[in-house]
């Protein structure tokens, strides 16, 4: 009777402790849950993240696009500034978009109700035309078609260097390059939002990685702009610096959107 009771308890404090160390790792998880965008320079796409994109094997010179209309009217009259200097150069110059409108497909979610889909695709939608504002865009119902796709997808987990533990985020951009059928050098993006996004959230996050997908491949370091590099409790509109930056990257040469005059060959980029 003794040695039943012993393994009874036994076995009731192994289940307490088993319980405990899931609901710590549980708590880490999704304490680590409020991270903001991710920028993955990887040559990722819709169907595959392991394909390689397509490169030239000498790209065109970078040369400046003139500038579209909405931006080359901009003024900012708070003279807020940029952060310009946070943006990143990539292989092929900066991310420009030189042919308008930019194509984008709002994928329509399946996993949820007929009223949660349309909440979820009008409140994505109202970021896009937001951005509308200072670069064309039209929203095409065509995903082949589309220049930047949206997904309502959890972004796979990360694991930093440092620490062994799946880190959730809120949302992913990736692009990728391809040469057009009239042999410009292009490129395509695709941006994933968490499911657990939703609300004044959901529109904060679509705002900002659009904002990437625009041209802004980096992040501000104010709190008060549409690219700070964290989620705020109190998510901020489109601010005059974020388009300041825009145009700046907008003034700045590039590959893209050039003809390419040599057989391109399929490489990976890092």
């Known amino acids: 009777m003794k040695n039943t009771i012993t393994k009874i308890v036994f076995w009731q404090r192994l289940i307490t402790s088993l319980a405990l160390a899931m609901s710590t790792a549980l708590l880490i998880i999704l304490t680590n849950f409020q991270s ?18 397509t490169l030239p ?19 900012d009259s708070t003279n807020s500034g940029d952060y310009f200097s946070q943006v990143t150069q990539i292989q092929v ?5 030189s042919q308008f409108p930019v194509r984008v497909y ?4 399946q996993a949820v109700n007929t009223k949660q ?6 409140t994505v939608l109202q970021a896009v035309q937001e951005w509308n504002v200072y670069l064309p865009l039209a929203v095409i119902k065509q995903p082949t ?4 796709t949206i997904v309502r997808k959890a972004p796979p987990l990360q694991t930093s260097p440092n620490n062994k533990i799946p880190r959730a985020r809120s949302a992913q951009t990736t692009y990728e390059f391809y040469v057009s059928k009239n042999n410009l050098l292009s490129h395509r993006f695709t941006i994933l939002l968490s499911p657990s996004q939703t609300g004044q959230y959901l529109l904060a996050a679509t705002r900002h990685e659009f904002g990437h997908a625009v041209g802004i491949w980096g992040h501000s370091p104010l709190p008060s702009d549409a690219l700070y590099f964290s989620q705020v409790r109190n ?3 489109i601010s005059p610096r974020d388009v300041n930056t825009l145009k ?3 003034e700045q040469p590039t590959s893209l959107g050039w003809s390419v005059q040599e057989k391109s060959v399929s490489i990976p980029l890092k």
């Open 235 to 237: 998510p901020p509109p």
């Open 36 to 53: 903001s965008a991710i920028l993955v320079t990887s040559p990722s796409s819709p169907s595959s993240s392991s394909s390689p994109s």
């Open 117 to 122: 889909a349309e909440e979820w695709v009008n």
């Open 106 to 109: 709002v994928e329509p979610p």
């Open 145 to 148: 078609d589309a220049d930047i």
């Open 93 to 97: 110059g900066y991310l420009v978009w």
């Open 57 to 75: 094997t000498s790209p065109p010179s970078p040369k400046p696009h003139p500038l579209p209309p909405t931006l080359a009217q901009w003024q």
């Open 248 to 250: 700046r990257v907008y």
